[in-house]
Structures are given as structure tokens and as C-alpha cells.
């Protein structure tokens, strides 16, 4: 069975940063392209950023130069540093798997709030 | 970068069919994914690349795509169908290639 569980969310304040981490269990977690996708309290979903199976990485203009995904295959497990969070960035963070540009199975979330 | 367009919201009776519809320009010429999300919960996968079903999904699921508009069909609508539900592509020209549209509120009356 699929599994992708989240953590390392919580409070920060505006201009501090945060990990977050994603366990993968179920799949063979190097065969696949990775994602976070955010969500806003009551707001649509968000692409935040993508790694591929070579470690390349992408992301959309909002969080580009701020936000670093990264893997690591041998713990199963993807990574998101944000930095210099804003108000903006307070949401759900899923983790995701990548399938033909879609997302097949997503994690339960961990949630980010920025605020002082 | 690429928009999608859904309805904010979309009413149906118990045992009737919904249609969900999602506008993007030349949209027939990507592949669509559809999300179902009950509040509180991940988004789960019911379709993708505009027509499949993964595995678990009912067959009363259905997708469609054809020039500017996608359509997600729900046949026999069951109350346990009442979800926020969301239409994606990929976008490989973009910059932000992962695009969603903003989500259509299905209520079963």
C-alpha cells in the first residue's frame, strides 16, 4: 500500500524558515517524480514544487529562490526547506507522487503558519 | 501561464448526473487529471489523462476532453459524493507547469 506521511509543519514567523519532510513507504520511491502541492484555509490547491527521478528540480515563480525540494533515496523520503516564509505561504503542505503530470496518491498534509 | 476555469459550485439530486466542467484554452490538446477532496481530507485521484479511472474509483466516474472544455461525469450521485472537486494539467510550456483549476463545490440536494 501507498503511503506518504508529512511532518516538520508549525508555527514561524514572518522572514524564518521550516523543513519539511515526507516518509514514502509502499512504492519504489526513486522510480518517481515527487511534488508538494499547498492549500490555503478554505482556497484551491497550489503546485509548489517538483523533483524527478535525476534529482531536477522545478517551481513555480511565488516560491522560486525561497523554497528547495530535495531527495533522499535511500530513506525514502522527500524534503522541502522553505525560507524567508511570508503570510502568503501559510497552508497545507501535500506531499505528492508524480504520475504522467497528474498526482496519484497524496499524503495527509502538515500544516505551515506564518505569523508573529 | 495557463488558466483553467471551473464553476464554483454545481447542485444535483440524489441518483442524478453531475457534470463538472473545466475551460482552458485548447485544453482538448493536454491530458486532464481530476481530484476529489471531502473537507478535512487529501485530495484522492478519480480520473486522469481526461478519461481513466484508477483502481477503486466507481465506474460512475467519467471524464471527458474536447477542444477548450473538460468535463468530469458523475452518474448516480450519491450523497457521498459531496466534494470539492478539481481539474489539472500539466503545462509544459509554462513556468509553472502544474496548473489546477479553482475547484467546483458538488452538494447533493
Not at chain 1, 31 to 54: C, F, N, P
Not at chain 1, 81 to 105: E, H, I, K
Not at chain 2, 33 to 59: F, N, T
Request: glycine share 14%.
Amino acid at each position: 500500500e501507498v503511503q506518504l506521511v508529512e511532518s516538520g509543519g508549525g508555527l514561524v514567523q514572518p522572514g524564518g524558515s521550516l523543513r519539511l519532510s515526507c516518509a514514502a513507504s509502499g512504492f519504489t520511491f526513486s522510480s518517481y517524480d515527487m511534488h508538494w502541492v499547498r492549500q490555503a484555509t478554505g482556497k484551491g490547491l497550489e503546485w509548489v514544487s517538483a523533483i524527478g527521478t535525476a534529482g531536477d528540480t522545478y517551481y513555480p515563480g511565488s516560491v522560486k529562490g525561497r523554497f528547495t525540494i530535495s531527495r533522499e533515496n535511500a530513506k525514502n523520503s522527500l524534503y522541502l526547506q522553505m525560507n524567508s516564509l511570508r503570510a502568503g505561504d501559510t497552508a497545507v503542505y501535500y506531499c505528492a507522487r508524480g504520475r504522467t503530470g497528474g498526482f496519484d496518491y497524496w499524503g495527509q498534509g502538515t500544516l505551515v503558519t506564518v505569523s508573529s | 501561464s495557463y488558466v483553467l476555469t471551473q464553476p464554483p459550485s454545481v447542485s444535483v439530486a440524489p441518483g442524478q448526473t453531475a457534470r463538472i466542467t473545466c475551460g482552458g484554452n485548447n485544453i482538448g490538446s493536454k491530458s486532464v487529471h481530476w481530484y476529489q477532496q471531502k473537507p478535512g481530507q487529501a485530495p484522492v485521484l478519480v480520473v486522469y489523462d481526461d478519461s481513466d479511472r484508477p483502481s477503486g474509483i466507481p465506474e460512475r466516474f467519467s471524464g471527458s476532453n474536447s477542444g477548450n472544455t473538460a468535463t468530469l461525469t458523475i452518474s448516480r450521485v450519491e450523497a457521498g459524493d459531496e466534494a470539492d472537486y478539481y481539474c489539472q494539467v500539466w503545462d509544459s510550456s509554462s513556468d509553472h507547469p502544474r496548473v489546477f483549476g479553482g475547484g467546483t463545490k458538488l452538494t447533493v440536494l
